[in-house]
Nanobody
């Protein structure tokens, strides 16, 4: 029905940059909030950054000033530009969307998740 597919993960040296993308497809009526979460081995999944449909952003303290979230509403895509990467940024990064589908247009939308993309930062 709705799919979120992440791309752009990989191996990078500390201090380097990566850009993650997440494209939503399927029976989409509209997308409200979108966000990136991450989960390191043995740890819980935490919010990295979020963005409203209107472009209001929110960041975890650990990534402020280094990461930038953005979105292209026409393409149903959200991005995460990650600069000055550190070893502690190593994790699986998951895309999340609050999506209203064409079969259920009432309310703020349901939660959809991507399968994740691995980011490994070597020190």
């Amino acid at each position: 029905q709705v799919q979120l597919v992440e791309s752009g993960g990989g191996l990078v040296q500390a201090g380097g940059s990566l850009r993650l993308s997440c494209a939503a497809s399927g029976s989409i009526f509209s997308i409200n909030d979108m966000a990136w979460y991450r989960q390191a081995p043995g740890k819980q999944r935490d919010l990295v950054a979020s963005i409203t449909r209107g472009g209001i952003t929110n960041y975890a303290d650990s990534v402020k000033g280094r990461f930038t979230i953005s979105r292209d509403n026409a393409k149903n895509t959200v991005y995460l530009q990650m600069n000055s990467l550190k070893a502690e940024d190593t994790a699986v990064y998951y895309c999340h969307g609050k999506i209203v589908t064409t079969t259920s247009i009432l309310g703020y939308g349901m939660d959809y998740w991507g399968k994740g993309t691995l980011v490994t930062v070597s020190s």
